[in-house]
């Protein structure tokens, strides 16, 4: 069965905006760098569905290019994460904010 | 060899680059070893180069080096060249020679110093602005070198900045050559209107015929008035004669390198290379002349009664540099550059054997504390008595000799009475004060505990410019047929000898006189000495006859007046809004920078969303 263009760009519409408010809602860089993923695959997604409306197989390469981006962004991420663990003892992303002002 | 010429130029401004980004990294040995080994180098090629031209001199005693088109304005393109004739080579041979040897005396003097590699990083780049002055082909060259030097001086006067004293002799010197500068300036727009060109060999060719009317006669005078207005302020003459001595305050290599025997006789060079121009203009060169004369006659005065030891060698310079103005308003032109040569060897001496003095006797400059070190300073005693000599024109058996009794028999041949005769007494004059420094130095009961130096870097320079200083600097004749006019009384036979003996013999008597008194010390003398109207002619002179105070009531309070006057008024106010705009906004600014992460992701998201709809509303 296929699904129709709208419905996909609508469910990836919904993706992109959960992992927004993950983003904007949880202090926990943990669940942030998840969220990220989350926005990041609703992009994915909306490719996907695009390059088979238009018949074209950009959308596909697109995909791959942000599995890879998805890959190497968790990678630098969780090194990120590591490093702010031990210098502040904690995931609150409100921790690190020393270069306020 | 002579397409090495530009090597002259280039090592120096290298050893600028590597000691400038080096930044101290280089450590005392490595900044030395740039230091004075780029200069040592491009000393080298020089003397090469000098080899070369007294060999096989090149076609027409000349050698051009095109090096590219420095810029094309309409049909105005200055090429980047440098000339090679027997001015510049001569000027080269004392900028890289004797700035050779003071680089290698400065290794030893500076060591210790916080600033040592930002010292030689100044010193290498006034080496290389210097040779650009004296070898650039255009007057534009000319004058981008004259402004390098400018430059480097109120750097290294001001090298010692934590002293807020030095901060302001520099900008004094600064300021002061500034307002000559800017009389030269347009001085160089006038001869480019005039003959569209500033090419120096072209404005020598051109000047005669272009300027052979009586509007032509009038222009050249102007342009002359205003290329002298330049020279008297880097050269320290009257009227803007009042930074040299100030510009003691830096160290005292630079003294004797910059203040004493290079920067300071661009002046000289400058109109030794416009010589046309001048001779276009005989009221204006006779000017040159007779403010020599005055200036000389002044500095020997105000030399007399200093009591810092590198303020006498300052006015000293001052009023050698007053002889060879003198000696160019009468037209001696090359006794002039001659002048400059030994000048350069016998008073970098000077300096460099004060600068041993001074740092023997742990930085004390004041010359009624020193006395008697004669004995504990004898190389820098042997030094003093003969640039001494030399500086008072000691006849035959020193190099200032030779050059001091040209000019005086130029002047006389000439027929330039006035000027010989101030000439003459200045030379009576040179000789009371040298004698005096020497007496109160190095005579006397010992008042201080000096250490002498030691090293190949500081015994090394003093021996070769002591050598120098004697009657083998004398014989070194400078290649400038075809370059400068034969002066009027070249050959002068039986009447040169009676001038020879007549300086000769005023120098030896002032001498004897100031020996004498000092020795005796006659009482009826010393009486005259504490009168009050005596005391008051010291202070005078002291004062370097109030010009400072003269100048300082006449311009620089008025100017300080003004801008207290103008610093509330309403352009004052209306600009002042913009930094205070400036100040609220950036406090706004500051705000938005929460360091909260998620604070800026949602201005982004909520930045995003707009522009999407402002480009679907748009559409």
Not at chain 2, 97 to 108: D, N, R, Y
Not at chain 2, 168 to 190: C, E, N, Q, Y
Not at chain 2, 402 to 428: N, P, R, V
Request: with cysteine; net charge neutral; proline share 3%.
């Amino acid at each position: 069965m296929i699904v129709p263009f709208e419905q996909v760009l609508f469910v990836s519409g919904v993706l992109f905006v959960l992992g927004l408010m993950g983003i904007l809602i949880r202090r926990n860089i943990l669940f942030v760098l998840m969220s990220i993923e989350v926005m990041m695959n609703s992009a994915a997604l909306a490719f996907v569905a695009a390059g088979n409306r238009w018949g074209q197989p950009d959308g596909q390469i697109m995909f791959i290019l942000i599995l890879t981006l998805a890959a190497s962004e968790a990678s630098v991420g969780l090194a990120l994460v590591l490093q702010i663990f031990r210098r502040f003892k904690t995931l609150d992303t409100d921790a690190a904010s020393e270069m306020k002002g | 060899m002579y397409d090495l010429l530009f090597l002259v130029f280039a090592l120096p401004l290298a050893g600028f680059l590597i000691l400038a980004f080096g930044r101290g990294r280089l450590g005392e040995n490595g900044a030395a070893a740039v230091g004075v080994g780029s200069v040592g180098g491009a000393a080298l090629v020089t003397a090469g180069l000098v080899a070369q031209f007294l060999g096989h001199p090149p076609d027409g005693g000349a050698y051009t080096q095109v090096l590219w088109d420095w810029m094309k304005v309409g049909g105005f393109t200055p090429h980047f060249a440098l000339r090679l004739d027997g001015l510049s080579l001569t000027m080269l041979g004392v900028i890289t020679g004797v700035g050779f040897m003071i680089h290698l005396f400065a290794s030893w003097y500076m060591r210790g110093d916080d600033g040592y590699s930002r010292f030689f990083s100044y010193m290498n780049l006034f080496v290389a602005s210097m040779v650009f002055l004296v070898l650039g082909d255009n007057l534009l060259f000319l004058y981008f070198g004259w402004e390098g030097v400018g430059l480097c001086s109120f750097l290294l006067i001001g090298f010692w900045y934590k002293d807020a004293a030095n901060g302001s002799a520099a900008r004094k010197a600064f300021i002061v050559t500034r307002v000559g500068d800017t009389f030269m300036a347009i001085g160089l727009f006038w001869l480019f209107r005039s003959l569209g060109t500033l090419d120096i060999q072209q404005v020598l060719q051109l000047a005669p015929q272009a300027f052979d009317s009586e509007s032509g006669r009038q222009a050249v005078r102007g342009i002359a008035l205003l290329l002298l207005g330049g020279a008297v302020g880097k050269s320290a003459q009257l009227p803007l004669q009042t930074w040299l001595p100030d510009a003691m305050a830096g160290p005292t290599p630079v003294s004797a390198l910059i203040h004493a025997a290079t920067m300071v006789t661009a002046g000289v060079y400058l109109i030794a290379r416009t010589h046309v121009l001048f001779e276009l203009a005989p009221d204006v060169q006779h000017l040159v002349g007779v403010v020599g004369a005055v200036t000389l006659l002044l500095a020997g005065f105000t030399a007399l009664v200093q009591t810092d030891i590198k303020r006498v060698l300052a006015y000293s310079t001052m009023s050698q540099i007053g002889y060879m103005f003198l000696a160019l308003g009468a037209g001696a032109w090359s006794a002039a550059i001659f002048h400059l040569m030994t000048h350069a060897f016998f008073k970098a001496l000077l300096f460099l054997s004060a600068g041993a003095v001074i740092l023997a006797c742990h930085h004390e400059q004041d010359i009624r504390k020193m006395g008697g070190l004669r004995k504990t300073l004898p190389l820098a005693f042997w030094c003093f008595v003969v640039g001494g000599g030399a500086l008072a024109a000691v006849p035959y058996i020193t190099a200032g000799f030779y050059s001091k009794d040209e000019i005086l028999w130029q002047a006389y041949a000439g027929g330039h009475m006035d000027l010989f005769l101030a000439g003459l007494f200045g030379a009576l004059l040179t000789s009371i004060y040298t004698t005096r420094l020497i007496l109160v130095v190095f005579f006397g009961e010992e008042k201080t505990h000096a250490h002498a130096g030691h090293g190949v870097s500081y015994w090394l320079p003093l021996a070769v410019l002591l050598v120098l200083s004697t009657f083998v600097g004398g014989l070194i004749h400078p290649p400038l047929e075809g370059v400068l006019p034969a002066a009027p009384g070249e050959g002068g036979g039986a009447a040169q000898l009676g001038i020879e003996a007549l300086s000769g013999s005023v120098a030896i008597g002032g001498i004897l006189v100031t020996a004498l008194v000092y020795f005796t010390r006659p009482r009826a003398l010393l009486a005259l000495a504490q009168a009050p109207a005596a005391q008051a002619v010291r202070r005078f002179w002291f004062s370097a006859f109030g010009f400072d105070w003269l100048y300082d009531r006449l311009l620089v309070r008025p100017f300080f007046w003004l801008v207290r006057v103008c610093s509330g008024d309403l352009f004052d106010q209306a600009i002042g809004t913009i930094p205070e705009l400036l100040r609220h906004a950036n406090v706004l600014s500051t705000r938005t920078q929460t360091g909260r992460m998620r604070w800026y992701a949602a201005s982004f998201a909520a930045g995003a969303v707009l522009i999407v709809a402002a480009v679907m509303f748009r559409g």
